[in-house]
T-cell receptor, first 115, second 113 residues
Framework: NAGVTQTPKFRVLKTGQSMTLLCAQDMNHEYMYWYRQDPGMGLRLIHY???????AKGEVPDGYNVSRLKKQNFLLGLESAAPSQTSVYFC??????????????FGPGTRLLVL | KNQVEQSPQSLIILEGKNCTLQCNYTVSPFSNLRWYKQDTGRGPVSLTIMTFSENTKSNGRYTATLDADTKQSSLHITASQLSDSASYIC????????????FGRGTSLIVHP
């Protein structure tokens, strides 16, 4: 049982390049989330999904797109990377948002540097 | 606007000592409050989760308290260990269909031998 895994662990991009971050979970969770974490700031929600085939915007969605084609995978895409997107990206999943099932399990993070 | 404020920003203590971290929030309507521990270079790991009706919840040497009236929570760490060195994050979720939790900026705890 690997929990939540993220690929890649680290990536360097040039401004304007595109890339996709992959998140996978093996806990059969319905809900999945993408966050970014910047120095001195709390985690901020980019996009989330409440089930296979569904996605929704979070707090800071601009410049990112997501897809949830399979229940276990949640992809985060950057179409044209900007230096402001340099950050650590965390994926998380939870069984539900309802009482007793809200705990989010986080992946190890992807460190992205945009030059 | 929903906000979560944590204090202190950073804390240094000696191994074996106790400490208390604070979390004040303005999230409304309140659903639940969670404390996470984040080791350097790792993802956050859940320590406790409390709903409106819960005042105290423990997880080993970690005890979280919640005062829903004053909208305050604390995380007490007993007999600290070197492995407790980490960032502790308070997260508050609102009820009513919003899936967007509000994260505090965290308290950085360093435990010295």
């Amino acid at each position: 049982n690997a929990g939540v895994t993220q690929t890649p662990k680290f990536r360097v991009l040039k401004t304007g390049q595109s890339m996709t971050l992959l998140c996978a979970q093996d806990m059969n969770h319905e809900y999945m989330y993408w966050y970014r974490q910047d120095p001195g700031m709390g985690l901020r929600l980019i996009h989330y999904s409440v089930g296979e085939g569904t996605t929704a915007k979070g707090e800071v969605p601009d410049g990112y797109n997501v897809s949830r084609l399979k229940k276990q995978n949640f992809l985060l895409g950057l179409e044209s990377a900007a230096p402001s997107q340099t950050s650590v990206y965390f994926c998380a999943s939870s069984y539900s948002i309802h009482r007793g099932q809200e705990t989010q399990y986080f992946g190890p993070g992807t460190r992205l540097l945009v030059l | 606007k929903n906000q979560v404020e944590q204090s202190p920003q950073s804390l240094i203590i000696l191994e074996g000592k106790n400490c208390t971290l604070q979390c004040n929030y303005t999230v409304s309507p309140f659903s639940n409050l969670r404390w996470y521990k984040q080791d350097t270079g790792r993802g956050p790991v859940s320590l406790t989760i409390m709903t409106f009706s819960e005042n105290t919840k423990s997880n080993g040497r970690y005890t979280a308290t919640l005062d829903a009236d004053t909208k305050q929570s604390s995380l007490h760490i007993t007999a600290s260990q070197l492995s407790d060195s980490a960032s502790y994050i308070c997260v508050v979720s609102a009820s009513g269909g919003s899936y967007i939790p509000t994260f505090g900026r965290g308290t950085s705890l360093i435990v010295h031998p």
